[in-house]
């Protein structure tokens, strides 16, 4: 990470740990962190997005930002790189995000090309793909079935880093990071029997929502049962419990903050497949280390 974003994050972090107003109430304290592995692969510098596996038991796909081709990588439990896949036919400008759903019976992935520092890009893409099985001794391997969507913000281009899809709707929820507000976006295309056919430049409009009284966001996960979310900044975890069929109207219901000590530049969360468990990781800026956290619910 160039120096100039290093002291722009600095400048943010004073935002962030500033009072965020009466939506905050209190913090769930019954949690454990626990390392189960470090990075070791150079590879995986820049680690900015990560869900966990549901194919590859104990495994998670990981991905770094801009600088990277059009690459995701399954890791193990340990942080071990176990595999890297190739996405054949995208071209990346900056992979920000990676999430999860279920259609008819069959895993995918998304991954969301969606950052935009200076927030002037024309449009940005998700990239959705079934989700490959990883076979012992295969150290590299190509994904070529991949369906790549654009889209628009309403009210003009912005960064995003955080995304996640809800599995009881397929609503894609997408979280704005540079605003001092968070906005929140929405598109139903993945709910769409046939949202194969929007493998077009043609972009879909996204659907503005709401906004946050947080700023920043790097990440952002629900768990597979759909009732528990999970939204991080570089210095905090911030947890909704799902309170309406709408998730939107949920994010608008006061949240609570996650114990959280601050990693290098932790950009990335993930629930467990089991929702029993969350996960954070973080990129390596300066050649720090970094290390894939289990956060242990102990009060459930």
């Known amino acids: 990470m160039r120096l100039f ?5 600095c400048v943010y972090f004073v935002f962030a740990i500033c009072p965020q107003s009466a939506f905050a109430q209190g913090s769930l304290e019954q949690f454990e962190r626990v390392a189960t592995g470090k990075i070791k692969s150079p590879a995986l510098q820049e680690l900015s997005g990560m869900v966990a596996s549901r194919v590859n038991k104990n495994c998670f796909w990981v991905h770094n930002d801009s600088g990277d081709d059009a690459k995701i990588y399954l890791i193990d439990s340990t942080a071990k790189l176990l595999c890297t896949y190739n996405l054949q036919g995208v071209s990346a400008v900056d992979f920000e995000e990676i999430a999860w759903f279920e259609k008819d019976g069959k895993h995918y992935l998304i991954v969301g090309d969606i950052g935009d520092n200076r927030a002037k890009r024309k449009h940005i893409k998700f990239h959705i793909f079934p989700e490959p099985t990883w ?3 295969k150290s590299e391997r ?3 079935d991949i369906v790549s969507i654009s889209a628009i913000y309403p009210d003009g281009a912005r960064d995003a880093e955080a995304f996640f899809v809800d599995p009881l709707t397929k609503q894609l929820i997408l979280v704005s990071k540079r605003d001092f507000q968070a906005q929140v976006y929405t598109t139903n295309i993945l709910a769409n029997a046939n949202f194969a056919s929007n493998n077009t430049d043609k972009p879909l409009m996204l659907k503005f929502e709401t906004k946050l009284p947080l700023t920043f966001i790097t990440a952002a996960d629900i768990s597979a049962d759909g009732h528990h979310i999970l939204v991080k900044n570089l210095t905090n975890i911030y947890y909704w419990k799902r309170a309406t069929n709408s998730l939107v109207a949920s994010l608008k219901k006061a949240y609570e903050e996650i114990p959280y000590k601050p990693e290098p530049q932790g950009e990335a969360i ?10 954070t990781i973080s990129e390596r800026p300066l050649g720090l280390e970094s ?3 289990r956060y242990q619910f102990l009060n459930k």
């Open 270 to 279: 993930t629930f467990s497949v089991d929702g029993e468990t969350f996960y």
């Open 291 to 293: 290390y894939l956290y």
């Open 142 to 144: 190509d994904i070529v």
């Open 5 to 9: 974003w290093i002291a722009l994050h």
């Open 135 to 137: 076979k012992a001794g």
